[in-house]
């Protein structure tokens, strides 16, 4: 096999470095084929829609959002690879498989991925107080009001843009309604205004409902973007206890506490009785040129080998079931990384599953909406009607 593959994700900096050890491993394997890296940053899906549109796209590109997947399919614009089907299900399993797949053809690798199922506490307020991480969400209320009764703000909310609210919501949702709703919701099969909705958003009251539950109070919250809501807990004078993020929580901020010792991490709980579920995001591999070189580095991509580079340098979580936990270089990263490979139900980020203008876009659709909903937490019905009003109209 021989040629020439192109390939643009968002990775810059230590994550394009690791992206670049993993070519390099490759192209010993394949010394005839020559891989090029370029980082599309923040910018890479209108970089790619120009790219596809001036019919000069990269042969391979990452993608985080299944719904521009599923729009590059719509316009033939990403090859199908149904022919590394049965390796991609046998190396990550049929949830992850079908992240990458539209109306049953399979189109993405999800080689990178993050398990956004994850709560953070600062150890110290744990030991004040004298609770243990919870299980469920009924123990999770008694830690919120044994660590309010010990004088520490239980939760740091970062309202950010409104993606830490969705992703709250997204983990209540699965664990209360089950995956048959969340898939439902997610192909607007079913209204935002189901009932199902509005018992996840009055769990959610539990951590966003009263306003001195969260650092700074609701105001506080509106006002606190994703990195600043991880530093009010992982510091050595907390502002507040516990912080509701995925599992790059630690990357996103400086501290001086000690990862286990100083701040540590647990399952989202479940909701009477519900089964382990992980909601996540990933990036899928796509190819917008069907070459063999191109299908020799999907191939490889699904592969423990290409896994295991990424993960021993840290920074990464594989979907792949066979890889090694020691392989990580610390012992959470081992537990959220864990927790993703082997979950009986993995859902990828439902705000990230919808039209663009409802889902993950900043200052419309869900993002705002959830955003109002922390302001305002006490009119379910009202706040379920405006979603529904605005998912009708982003799927006409």
Do not use: C
Request: aromatic residues 10%; glycine residues 10%.
């Amino acid at each position: 096999i021989s040629g020439n593959v192109s390939v643009m994700a968002i990775w810059a900096g230590e994550e394009q470095k690791s992206f670049q050890a993993v070519i390099d491993d490759f192209e010993e394997k394949f010394p005839n084929v020559s891989v090029k890296y370029t980082s599309g940053g923040d910018n890479l899906a209108p970089l790619l829609t120009t790219a596809v549109e001036g019919g000069n796209p990269p042969t391979i590109a990452a993608l985080g959002q299944p719904g521009l997947m599923a729009d590059f399919a719509k316009q033939n614009a990403i090859k199908p690879i149904d022919d590394l089907q049965d390796k991609i299900v046998d190396a990550f399993g049929e949830d992850v498989a079908n992240a990458g797949a539209v109306d049953g053809t399979q189109y993405g690798v999800m080689y990178k991925g993050s398990n956004k199922s994850t709560m953070w506490y600062n150890v110290a307020t744990y030991d004040e107080a004298g609770v243990e991480p919870p299980e469920t969400w009924d123990d999770l209320d008694q830690v919120r009001d044994t660590v309010k009764a010990a004088g520490i703000t239980p939760y740091s909310v970062g309202v950010d843009v409104g993606w830490p609210i969705t992703d709250m919501f997204e983990n209540v949702y699965i664990r209360s309604a089950g995956e048959e709703k969340y898939d439902q919701l997610a192909k607007h099969e079913i209204p935002w205004t189901d009932q199902s909705v509005k018992d996840a958003l009055t769990l959610m009251q539990d951590i966003v409902g009263q306003s001195d539950n969260m650092a700074g109070g609701t105001d506080g919250a509106l006002q606190t973007e994703m990195p600043d809501s991880v530093a009010k807990v992982f510091r050595d004078d907390p502002q507040a206890s516990m912080v509701v993020l995925g599992d790059f929580a630690p990357g996103v901020t400086e501290t001086t506490l000690e990862p286990e010792t100083g701040f540590n991490v647990f399952p989202f709980p479940s909701v009477e009785g519900s089964k382990p579920s992980v909601v996540g995001g990933g990036d899928l591999f796509v190819e917008f040129e069907d070459t063999p070189a191109a299908d020799a580095f999907l191939e490889y991509l699904t592969t423990t080998d290409a896994a295991a580079i990424w993960a021993g340098r840290g920074g990464f979580s594989s979907p792949h079931k066979d890889l090694e936990l020691d392989i990580y270089p610390d012992e959470i990263t081992r537990t959220t990384a864990g927790a993703l490979a082997e979950a009986e139900t993995f859902r990828f980020d439902l705000s990230d599953l919808q039209p663009a203008s409802f889902g993950a876009t900043p200052g419309q659709g869900l993002f705002k909406l959830f955003s109002d909903f922390v302001a305002n937490p006490n009119d379910i019905d009202k706040i379920t009607q405006q979603m529904e009003t605005a998912a009708a109209k982003a799927y006409q």
